[in-house]
Protein backbone atom coordinates (compact mmCIF):
# COMPACT_ATOMS: atom_id res chain seq x y z
CA UNK A 1 0.00 0.00 0.00
CA UNK A 2 1.65 3.23 -1.32
CA UNK A 3 1.58 6.72 1.27
CA UNK A 4 1.91 9.87 0.38
CA UNK A 5 1.94 13.09 2.62
CA UNK A 6 -1.89 13.98 1.69
CA UNK A 7 -2.53 11.04 3.29
CA UNK A 8 -3.81 12.92 6.67
CA UNK A 9 -6.19 14.86 4.42
CA UNK A 10 -8.04 11.63 3.02
CA UNK A 11 -12.08 11.67 4.42
CA UNK A 12 -12.28 8.90 7.14
CA UNK A 13 -13.70 5.33 6.09
CA UNK A 14 -17.13 4.72 6.19
CA UNK A 15 -18.57 2.87 9.48
CA UNK A 16 -18.62 -1.04 8.98
CA UNK A 17 -15.08 -1.00 6.39
CA UNK A 18 -15.10 -1.49 2.48
CA UNK A 19 -17.92 -3.35 0.98
CA UNK A 20 -17.06 -7.20 0.40
CA UNK A 21 -16.31 -8.47 -3.08
CA UNK A 22 -19.35 -9.57 -5.05
CA UNK A 23 -21.35 -7.96 -2.53
CA UNK A 24 -23.87 -5.54 -3.60
CA UNK A 25 -25.93 -3.27 -1.38
CA UNK A 26 -29.65 -2.84 -2.38
CA UNK A 27 -31.38 -0.45 -1.23
CA UNK A 28 -35.01 -1.23 0.39
CA UNK A 29 -38.33 0.04 1.25
CA UNK A 30 -38.71 1.77 -2.48
CA UNK A 31 -38.45 5.41 -1.64
CA UNK A 32 -39.59 8.02 -4.01
CA UNK A 33 -39.00 6.72 -7.70
CA UNK A 34 -37.99 3.87 -6.98
CA UNK A 35 -39.24 0.11 -7.15
CA UNK A 36 -37.34 -1.78 -4.64
CA UNK A 37 -35.51 -4.02 -7.70
CA UNK A 38 -32.82 -1.66 -8.71
CA UNK A 39 -29.79 0.14 -6.48
CA UNK A 40 -30.43 3.53 -6.49
CA UNK A 41 -27.72 6.56 -6.51
CA UNK A 42 -26.09 7.56 -3.26
CA UNK A 43 -23.49 9.73 -3.95
CA UNK A 44 -24.68 13.10 -2.44
CA UNK A 45 -23.84 16.78 -4.46
CA UNK A 46 -20.30 17.66 -5.09
CA UNK A 47 -19.63 21.30 -3.26
CA UNK A 48 -16.03 21.90 -4.53
CA UNK A 49 -13.52 23.40 -2.42
CA UNK A 50 -9.97 22.53 -3.81
CA UNK A 51 -8.00 19.15 -4.17
CA UNK A 52 -6.92 18.25 -0.50
CA UNK A 53 -8.46 21.70 1.23
CA UNK A 54 -5.24 23.67 -0.35
CA UNK A 55 -4.97 27.01 -1.81
CA UNK A 56 -6.21 27.24 -5.83
CA UNK A 57 -3.65 30.55 -6.44
CA UNK A 58 -0.62 30.81 -4.88
CA UNK A 59 -0.08 33.18 -2.01
CA UNK A 60 2.85 35.64 -2.84
CA UNK A 61 6.60 35.21 -1.26
CA UNK A 62 6.27 38.69 -0.44
CA UNK A 63 7.38 39.94 3.61
CA UNK A 64 6.81 43.38 5.05
CA UNK A 65 9.58 44.82 3.35
CA UNK A 66 6.72 44.99 0.25
CA UNK A 67 4.28 46.69 2.60
CA UNK A 68 6.97 49.16 3.20
CA UNK A 69 7.94 49.84 -0.35
CA UNK A 70 4.75 50.17 -0.95
CA UNK A 71 3.97 53.19 2.09
CA UNK A 72 7.27 54.91 1.10
CA UNK A 73 6.24 54.65 -2.44
CA UNK A 74 3.68 57.14 -1.74
CA UNK A 75 5.41 59.55 0.82
CA UNK A 76 8.18 60.07 -1.85
CA UNK A 77 6.15 60.07 -5.28
CA UNK A 78 3.57 62.79 -2.55
CA UNK A 79 6.39 64.96 -1.00
CA UNK A 80 8.19 65.04 -4.87
CA UNK A 81 5.17 67.04 -6.18
CA UNK A 82 4.55 68.93 -3.17
CA UNK A 83 8.40 70.13 -3.58
CA UNK A 84 7.84 70.97 -7.58
CA UNK A 85 5.32 73.19 -6.69
CA UNK A 86 7.06 74.93 -3.58
CA UNK A 87 9.88 75.43 -5.88
CA UNK A 88 7.64 76.95 -8.74
CA UNK A 89 5.79 79.55 -5.73
CA UNK A 90 9.04 80.47 -3.98
CA UNK A 91 8.41 78.80 -0.80
CA UNK A 92 11.88 77.75 -0.07
CA UNK A 93 11.34 75.90 3.18
CA UNK A 94 8.89 73.91 2.40
CA UNK A 95 10.69 72.48 -1.24
CA UNK A 96 14.01 72.21 1.45
CA UNK A 97 11.28 69.59 3.31
CA UNK A 98 9.95 68.09 0.68
CA UNK A 99 12.67 67.34 -1.09
CA UNK A 100 14.82 66.09 2.16
CA UNK A 101 11.72 63.93 2.85
CA UNK A 102 11.16 62.62 -0.81
CA UNK A 103 15.37 61.32 -0.90
CA UNK A 104 14.96 60.12 2.13
CA UNK A 105 11.76 57.79 1.54
CA UNK A 106 12.65 56.79 -1.81
CA UNK A 107 15.90 55.48 -0.07
CA UNK A 108 14.15 53.62 2.55
CA UNK A 109 12.43 51.92 0.07
CA UNK A 110 14.92 51.28 -2.22
CA UNK A 111 16.48 48.98 0.57
CA UNK A 112 13.49 47.73 1.42
CA UNK A 113 12.79 46.74 -2.33
CA UNK A 114 16.12 45.29 -2.35
CA UNK A 115 16.03 43.11 0.94
CA UNK A 116 12.79 41.87 -0.57
CA UNK A 117 14.75 40.69 -3.88
CA UNK A 118 17.49 39.06 -1.43
CA UNK A 119 20.34 40.35 -3.79
CA UNK A 120 20.88 43.87 -4.96
CA UNK A 121 22.12 42.91 -8.54
CA UNK A 122 18.56 41.41 -9.10
CA UNK A 123 17.56 45.13 -9.15
CA UNK A 124 20.32 46.47 -11.72
CA UNK A 125 18.94 43.19 -13.71
CA UNK A 126 15.47 44.46 -14.24
CA UNK A 127 17.04 47.86 -15.67
CA UNK A 128 18.47 45.36 -18.59
CA UNK A 129 15.31 45.76 -20.81
CA UNK A 130 12.06 48.08 -20.82
CA UNK A 131 9.11 45.46 -20.93
CA UNK A 132 6.14 47.69 -20.85
CA UNK A 133 3.48 44.98 -20.33
CA UNK A 134 5.02 44.13 -17.04
CA UNK A 135 4.91 46.61 -13.92
CA UNK A 136 7.44 45.44 -12.19
CA UNK A 137 9.87 46.78 -15.08
CA UNK A 138 8.25 49.43 -15.75
CA UNK A 139 8.57 50.12 -12.27
CA UNK A 140 12.05 49.94 -12.12
CA UNK A 141 12.83 52.42 -14.37
CA UNK A 142 10.09 54.98 -12.75
CA UNK A 143 12.11 54.81 -8.85
CA UNK A 144 15.15 55.57 -11.10
CA UNK A 145 14.25 58.43 -13.07
CA UNK A 146 12.47 59.98 -9.93
CA UNK A 147 15.50 58.85 -7.42
CA UNK A 148 17.90 60.26 -10.12
CA UNK A 149 16.34 63.70 -10.32
CA UNK A 150 15.12 64.11 -6.63
CA UNK A 151 18.51 63.34 -5.58
CA UNK A 152 20.44 66.10 -7.56
CA UNK A 153 17.73 68.45 -6.24
CA UNK A 154 18.12 67.26 -2.42
CA UNK A 155 22.34 66.95 -2.63
CA UNK A 156 22.39 70.87 -3.44
CA UNK A 157 19.79 71.75 -0.47
CA UNK A 158 21.99 70.15 1.62
CA UNK A 159 24.90 71.78 -0.02
CA UNK A 160 22.95 75.30 0.74
CA UNK A 161 21.71 74.13 4.60
CA UNK A 162 25.82 73.26 5.32
CA UNK A 163 26.87 76.97 4.02
CA UNK A 164 28.46 75.05 1.14
CA UNK A 165 31.06 72.93 3.14
CA UNK A 166 30.92 69.99 1.07
CA UNK A 167 33.48 69.49 -1.14
CA UNK A 168 31.97 69.23 -3.95
CA UNK A 169 34.64 71.58 -5.85
CA UNK A 170 33.39 71.95 -9.53
CA UNK A 171 30.45 69.77 -9.92
CA UNK A 172 28.68 72.59 -7.32
CA UNK A 173 27.75 75.02 -10.43
CA UNK A 174 26.73 71.70 -12.29
CA UNK A 175 24.22 71.29 -9.35
CA UNK A 176 22.85 74.50 -9.29
CA UNK A 177 22.57 74.46 -12.79
CA UNK A 178 20.45 71.26 -12.55
CA UNK A 179 18.67 71.87 -9.30
CA UNK A 180 15.62 73.49 -10.87
CA UNK A 181 15.29 70.90 -14.17
CA UNK A 182 16.17 67.96 -11.88
CA UNK A 183 12.94 69.10 -9.29
CA UNK A 184 10.86 69.36 -12.02
CA UNK A 185 12.15 65.84 -13.61
CA UNK A 186 11.20 64.20 -10.25
CA UNK A 187 7.92 65.93 -10.47
CA UNK A 188 7.24 64.27 -13.48
CA UNK A 189 7.77 60.71 -12.47
CA UNK A 190 6.33 61.36 -8.85
CA UNK A 191 2.53 60.65 -9.91
CA UNK A 192 3.76 57.63 -11.47
CA UNK A 193 5.90 56.42 -8.48
CA UNK A 194 2.91 57.15 -5.85
CA UNK A 195 0.26 54.80 -8.12
CA UNK A 196 2.38 52.16 -10.48
CA UNK A 197 2.47 49.71 -6.94
CA UNK A 198 -1.80 49.42 -6.88
CA UNK A 199 -1.15 48.36 -10.66
CA UNK A 200 1.73 45.55 -9.35
CA UNK A 201 -0.56 44.29 -7.07
CA UNK A 202 -3.45 44.24 -9.04
CA UNK A 203 -1.84 42.46 -11.82
CA UNK A 204 -1.25 39.28 -9.63
CA UNK A 205 -3.88 36.28 -9.57
CA UNK A 206 -4.33 37.61 -5.51
CA UNK A 207 -8.23 37.42 -5.59
CA UNK A 208 -8.84 40.46 -3.22
CA UNK A 209 -6.23 42.76 -5.17
CA UNK A 210 -7.02 41.35 -8.74
CA UNK A 211 -10.97 42.26 -7.65
CA UNK A 212 -9.77 46.18 -7.22
CA UNK A 213 -7.92 46.50 -10.44
CA UNK A 214 -10.55 49.39 -11.67
CA UNK A 215 -10.11 51.59 -8.69
CA UNK A 216 -7.07 50.78 -6.68
CA UNK A 217 -5.02 53.43 -8.41
CA UNK A 218 -6.99 55.94 -7.26
CA UNK A 219 -7.14 54.86 -3.95
CA UNK A 220 -2.60 55.08 -3.64
CA UNK A 221 -2.66 58.50 -5.39
CA UNK A 222 -5.33 59.49 -2.17
CA UNK A 223 -3.20 57.87 0.30
CA UNK A 224 -0.08 59.06 -1.17
CA UNK A 225 -1.91 62.87 -1.01
CA UNK A 226 -1.92 61.62 3.08
CA UNK A 227 1.41 60.85 3.52
CA UNK A 228 3.18 63.65 1.97
CA UNK A 229 0.80 66.48 2.94
CA UNK A 230 1.24 65.06 6.88
CA UNK A 231 4.99 64.69 6.66
CA UNK A 232 5.25 68.19 4.90
CA UNK A 233 2.81 69.53 7.89
CA UNK A 234 4.87 68.21 10.77
CA UNK A 235 8.77 69.37 9.03
CA UNK A 236 7.21 72.83 7.86
CA UNK A 237 6.26 75.85 9.94
CA UNK A 238 2.28 76.82 9.10
CA UNK A 239 3.90 80.18 7.20
CA UNK A 240 4.66 77.96 4.50
CA UNK A 241 2.26 74.97 5.22
CA UNK A 242 -0.58 76.00 3.52
CA UNK A 243 -0.59 73.80 0.13
CA UNK A 244 0.16 70.80 2.31
CA UNK A 245 -2.91 71.63 4.62
CA UNK A 246 -4.74 71.85 1.28
CA UNK A 247 -3.68 68.75 -0.29
CA UNK A 248 -4.28 67.31 3.36
CA UNK A 249 -8.03 67.98 3.31
CA UNK A 250 -8.28 67.54 -0.48
CA UNK A 251 -6.64 63.61 -0.14
CA UNK A 252 -8.47 62.81 2.98
CA UNK A 253 -12.14 63.56 1.33
CA UNK A 254 -10.50 61.57 -2.07
CA UNK A 255 -9.14 58.80 0.33
CA UNK A 256 -12.62 58.06 1.99
CA UNK A 257 -14.77 58.45 -1.12
CA UNK A 258 -12.60 56.24 -3.20
CA UNK A 259 -11.92 53.25 -0.62
CA UNK A 260 -15.62 52.97 -0.09
CA UNK A 261 -16.31 53.08 -4.36
CA UNK A 262 -13.79 50.65 -4.79
CA UNK A 263 -15.17 48.18 -1.85
CA UNK A 264 -18.42 48.49 -3.74
CA UNK A 265 -16.91 47.61 -7.22
CA UNK A 266 -15.17 44.23 -5.72
CA UNK A 267 -16.83 41.08 -5.74
CA UNK A 268 -19.17 40.58 -2.21
CA UNK A 269 -16.63 37.79 -1.87
CA UNK A 270 -13.57 39.48 -2.29
CA UNK A 271 -13.95 42.34 -0.17
CA UNK A 272 -14.36 39.96 3.03
CA UNK A 273 -10.78 39.93 4.15
CA UNK A 274 -10.70 44.07 3.82
CA UNK A 275 -13.31 43.72 6.95
CA UNK A 276 -11.79 40.87 9.05
CA UNK A 277 -8.84 39.69 11.16
CA UNK A 278 -6.01 42.42 11.79
CA UNK A 279 -6.55 43.76 7.98
CA UNK A 280 -9.71 44.85 8.95
CA UNK A 281 -8.72 46.80 11.57
CA UNK A 282 -6.08 48.33 9.87
CA UNK A 283 -8.47 49.73 7.11
CA UNK A 284 -10.90 50.94 9.63
CA UNK A 285 -8.24 52.43 11.71
CA UNK A 286 -6.84 54.57 8.66
CA UNK A 287 -10.25 55.80 7.84
CA UNK A 288 -10.46 57.34 11.33
CA UNK A 289 -7.22 58.79 11.22
CA UNK A 290 -7.81 59.82 7.74
CA UNK A 291 -10.72 61.82 8.80
CA UNK A 292 -9.34 63.16 11.86
CA UNK A 293 -6.31 64.78 9.98
CA UNK A 294 -8.48 66.01 7.32
CA UNK A 295 -10.37 67.64 10.05
CA UNK A 296 -7.56 69.10 11.62
CA UNK A 297 -5.84 70.50 8.69
CA UNK A 298 -9.00 72.25 7.91
CA UNK A 299 -10.21 73.36 10.97
CA UNK A 300 -6.60 73.66 13.20
CA UNK A 301 -4.25 73.73 10.60
CA UNK A 302 -2.77 77.30 11.34
CA UNK A 303 -2.19 76.43 14.99
CA UNK A 304 1.62 74.61 15.04
CA UNK A 305 0.44 72.03 17.16
CA UNK A 306 -2.41 71.08 15.99
CA UNK A 307 -1.07 70.74 12.29
CA UNK A 308 1.68 68.14 13.73
CA UNK A 309 -0.69 66.36 15.17
CA UNK A 310 -2.89 66.27 12.23
CA UNK A 311 0.26 65.29 9.97
CA UNK A 312 0.76 62.50 11.98
CA UNK A 313 -2.89 60.91 12.00
CA UNK A 314 -2.47 61.61 8.30
CA UNK A 315 0.85 59.56 7.47
CA UNK A 316 -0.58 56.40 10.01
CA UNK A 317 -3.65 56.47 7.96
CA UNK A 318 -1.31 56.07 4.96
CA UNK A 319 0.65 53.69 6.15
CA UNK A 320 -2.20 51.51 7.78
CA UNK A 321 -4.24 51.80 4.21
CA UNK A 322 -1.18 49.96 2.42
CA UNK A 323 0.12 47.67 4.88
CA UNK A 324 -3.79 46.76 5.18
CA UNK A 325 -4.54 46.08 1.51
CA UNK A 326 -1.48 44.36 1.34
CA UNK A 327 -2.56 41.69 4.55
CA UNK A 328 -5.93 41.34 3.04
CA UNK A 329 -4.07 40.19 -0.30
CA UNK A 330 -2.08 37.75 1.09
CA UNK A 331 -5.50 36.35 3.84
CA UNK A 332 -7.58 36.07 0.45
CA UNK A 333 -4.45 33.59 -1.37
CA UNK A 334 -5.01 31.36 1.28
CA UNK A 335 -8.96 30.25 1.11
CA UNK A 336 -9.55 28.56 -2.44
CA UNK A 337 -13.24 30.15 -1.85
CA UNK A 338 -12.15 33.84 -2.73
CA UNK A 339 -10.95 32.58 -6.17
CA UNK A 340 -14.09 29.71 -6.51
CA UNK A 341 -16.78 31.83 -5.91
CA UNK A 342 -16.22 35.03 -7.60
CA UNK A 343 -15.03 32.99 -10.50
CA UNK A 344 -18.30 30.90 -10.63
CA UNK A 345 -20.69 34.07 -10.84
CA UNK A 346 -18.93 35.62 -13.40
CA UNK A 347 -19.27 32.54 -15.43
CA UNK A 348 -23.06 32.45 -14.93
CA UNK A 349 -23.02 36.15 -15.57
CA UNK A 350 -21.72 35.65 -19.44
CA UNK A 351 -24.11 32.35 -19.80
CA UNK A 352 -26.71 34.07 -18.63
CA UNK A 353 -25.94 37.22 -21.25
CA UNK A 354 -25.17 34.40 -24.16
CA UNK A 355 -21.56 34.01 -23.74
CA UNK A 356 -21.64 30.30 -24.44
CA UNK A 357 -18.81 29.75 -27.47
CA UNK A 358 -15.36 31.02 -26.36
CA UNK A 359 -12.86 29.55 -24.40
CA UNK A 360 -14.56 30.89 -20.89
CA UNK A 361 -17.64 29.18 -21.04
CA UNK A 362 -19.71 26.35 -22.85
CA UNK A 363 -22.74 25.61 -23.61
CA UNK A 364 -23.37 22.47 -20.58
Not at 49 to 57: I, L
Not at 83 to 110: D, Y
Not at 164 to 185: D, F, S
Request: charged share 20%.
Amino acid sequence: MSTSEFDSFRPPEPAGGKRRKGKRSKRRGGGSGSDGSREMPMVPDAEFTSYYGRPVVKAPPWGHEVAAYLFLGGVAGGSGLLAAGAQLTGRKTLRRNTRLSALVAVGLGAVALVKDLGRPERFVNMLRTVKLTSPMSVGSWILSFFSAGIGVAAVFEIDRMTGERIPLGPLRPVLRALEGPAGLEAAVFAAPLAVYTAVLLTDTATPTWNAAYRDLPFVFVSSASLAASGLAMITTPVSESGPARNLAVIGAICDLISARVTEHRMDPVTREPLHEGAPGRMLEWSERLAAAGGLGALLGGRHRGVAALSGLALLAASALLRFGFFEAGKESARHPRYTIEPQKRRLAARRAAGITDDSITTAG
